[in-house]
């Protein structure tokens, strides 16, 4: 059975920096692309990143230049690296598992991680 554990999540000043983990297990993790998802209160969720299995990347705009996906095969893990934080970056972070074609498509989901950042 598939699962997705986030971790790396917390409180962090403005400018700061912030390491998301997420540990796959009961998939071929190198099959799958990797996405991480955020959700503010009173928002819809968003997709930040996206990752194929071969390491082609995509961003949203809001934290291009800012965050960096990547992932380790032989560790099933995925990873967002956050960096320049924003106050408007806090949410419940959600790693996904899924196929991307043309666009990403999430098939199995973490239990979300928060991240809060202060002004």
């Known amino acids: 059975q598939a699962q997705l554990v986030e971790s790396g999540g917390g409180l962090v000043q403005a400018g700061g920096s912030l390491r998301l983990s997420c540990v796959a297990s009961g998939i071929i993790f190198s099959a799958y692309a990797m996405g991480w998802y955020r959700q503010a209160p009173g928002k819809q969720r968003e997709l930040v990143a996206v990752?194929?299995?071969?390491?082609?990347?995509t961003y949203a705009s809001s934290v291009k230049g800012r965050f960096t996906i990547s992932r380790d095969h032989a560790k099933s893990t995925g990873y967002l690296q956050m960096n320049s934080l924003k106050p408007e970056d806090t949410a419940v972070y959600y790693c996904?598992?899924?196929?991307?074609?043309?666009?990403?498509?999430?098939?199995?989901w973490g239990q979300g991680t928060q991240v809060t950042v202060s002004s």
């Open positions: 990752i194929s299995p071969g390491g082609r990347t």
């Open positions: 996904s598992a899924g196929y991307y074609v043309s666009e990403y498509d999430p098939r199995y």
